[in-house]
């Protein structure tokens, strides 16, 4: 296991900041990747890097409207299926029959159009993810 650096910190610095100045250095942290106000003022300090983090916001609405969209077809999915299946406990009726043959080419497609979208919503994801 690597040794931590500093993990001995003795001595303790106090600041007072003017809710404007603090509210500054908040937005910037909150920008970083540091997890702790204290990791990001001790690299800022120090002049070590500081990686930020950069959201698109219109992207994060996007995605957040495909998976609710992507939750909608799968329910919809469900319920087509239920029908499906419903359908096939009158296969004895020959009217039926027909239906039967044309909700599963329905289904089929919907399923196949489902998986198209689930497919671009993971890609679209993991570039959001990604940035």
Aim: a positive charge; one cysteine or more.
């Amino acid at each position: 296991m690597m040794k931590r650096e500093n993990s001995n910190r003795t001595r303790i610095v106090g600041l007072r900041f003017t809710p404007k100045e603090y509210a500054k250095i908040e937005k910037k942290w909150k920008a970083s990747t540091c997890r702790k106000l204290s990791d990001y003022i001790r690299r800022h300090l120090f002049g070590k890097s500081i990686n930020t983090t950069y959201r698109n916001q219109s992207l994060d609405d996007m995605v957040h409207e495909m998976m609710q969209l992507f939750k909608q077809l799968n329910g919809i999915g469900n319920n087509f299926n239920q029908a499906v299946k419903k359908l096939h406990t009158l296969n004895q009726i020959p009217e039926f029959k027909v239906w039967i043959i044309s909700a599963e080419l329905d289904k089929k497609i919907l399923f196949d159009k489902m998986d198209e979208i689930k497919n671009y919503i993971q890609k679209i994801s993991e570039r959001w993810l990604r940035s």
